[in-house]
């Protein structure tokens, strides 16, 4: 199971390289709009500074803020050539799915984001999305239980072989992580607070004082 880090902080990625839990990288508008950048170049360069921290076989998805078909494919090439890691994330809409037929024609990788139902990871898919971002937590919030969502995607691009590999966003909670391991996803891309929370356990913690304690007790 891959982990992505759904961050634009670079301090976040390292931190995640350093528990072995990095295997790509999501950012959003908003995760971007949380760092030190203020116009178009700095984002540019902000991207290429996550590329760098990036091994070979790993990715950023950085995404359009565009709606009009045109002007996705314009900014779309753009952010697909500041580096190739760069996977291009696209929001699920009509010029949306137009626009993921278009990079995969061009063979320029797509992340199709927003998903929210079955039906929209089913036409990602089929216009040749390299991942699918369905979100979790934001279906929760509106109590519709994510992981359904997630598990019935599994099962339909297994029953035709499609190449999409779900990337679960909008990741909340250390459960939503383990369940969806055991759904089978490709990847989870989680904040690193919650990753945290998937290493601790209060018994933990009590176990390993009372170990030092007895410990110190004896050997002076
Ligand atoms: O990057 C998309 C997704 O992970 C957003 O998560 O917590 O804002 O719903 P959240």
């Known amino acids: 199971m891959k982990f992505f880090i759904d961050t634009a902080n670079l301090k976040e990625i390292d931190e995640a390289r350093s528990l072995g839990m990095l295997n790509g990288v999501t950012t959003n508008p908003s995760l971007i709009s949380k760092e030190s950048v203020y116009n178009q170049k700095e984002i540019y360069q902000h991207y290429i500074s996550i590329c760098k921290r990036l091994k070979n076989d790993e990715n950023v998805s950085a995404e359009v803020i565009s709606s009009d078909y045109t002007d996705m494919i314009q900014e779309g090439e753009k952010l697909a050539s ?6 291009v994330k696209i929001p699920m809409t009509k010029n949306g799915v ?3 037929k278009y990079f995969f024609r061009k063979k320029i990788k797509t992340n199709c984001t927003l998903i929210f139902s079955t039906g929209q990871a089913l036409v990602a898919a089929k216009a040749g999305a390299d991942y699918v971002s ?10 519709y239980n994510g992981l359904s969502l997630i598990k019935e995607i599994k099962n339909i691009y297994d029953n035709y072989y499609f190449k999409t590999k779900i990337l679960a ?4 909670s250390p459960l939503h992580i383990v369940e969806c391991a055991k759904i089978g996803v490709y990847a989870v891309t989680s904040p ?5 929370s998937l290493l601790n ?5 009590i176990g390993l004082a009372r170990f030092i304690k007895d410990f110190k ?4």
Request: glycine share 2%.
């Open 82 to 87: 500041l580096h190739p890691k760069i996977v």
């Open 98 to 100: 137009m626009a993921i």
């Open 134 to 143: 369905p979100f979790l937590g934001r279906l929760d919030d509106v109590s």
């Open 169 to 172: 966003a909008s990741i909340r």
């Open 192 to 196: 690193i607070n919650v990753i945290y």
């Open 201 to 205: 356990h209060p018994l933990t913690n």
């Open 217 to 220: 007790n004896k050997i002076k």
